[in-house]
């Protein structure tokens, strides 16, 4: 069946690293765009960053541009985010998506908790 299971969140200090990654089975993982969302407390879901299927291109959201970065390997099916600079502000449940190009085929993640905090 198909599965993207989320792996290296875990509590920093700020101004710390982290390195998400993202593993896909069950579906033809290069025909996918992926992206990584987050889910702070008491907030709406919201996208951090995208990659196209051969990685050409990718975009982040303002509050992240310049730490964060994304990245994939589409041999071992995985999509990864390098976290740099971590801020206090960017604790929150981060989720990997697979969006089919051209169809409304999606498949999400369950998530992985980061939580930056001294």
């Known amino acids: 069946q198909v599965q993207l299971v989320e792996s290296g969140g875990g509590l920093v200090q700020p101004g710390g690293s982290l390195k998400l990654s993202c593993v896909g089975s069950?579906?033809?993982?290069?025909?996918?765009?992926m992206k990584w969302y987050r889910q702070a407390p008491g907030k709406e879901r919201e996208l951090v960053a995208g990659?196209?299927?051969?990685?050409?291109?990718?975009n982040y959201a303002e509050s992240v541009k310049g730490r964060f970065t994304i990245s994939r390997d589409n041999v071992r099916q995985k999509v990864y985010m390098q976290m740099n600079s971590l801020q206090v502000e960017d604790t929150a449940v981060y989720y990997c998506?697979?969006?089919?190009?051209?169809?409304?085929?999606?498949?999400w993640g369950q998530g992985t908790q980061v939580t930056v905090s001294s």
């Open positions: 069950g579906f033809t993982f290069r025909y996918y765009v």
């Open positions: 990659i196209t299927i051969d990685g050409g291109r990718k």
């Open positions: 998506e697979a969006e089919r190009m051209g169809s409304s085929t999606e498949y």
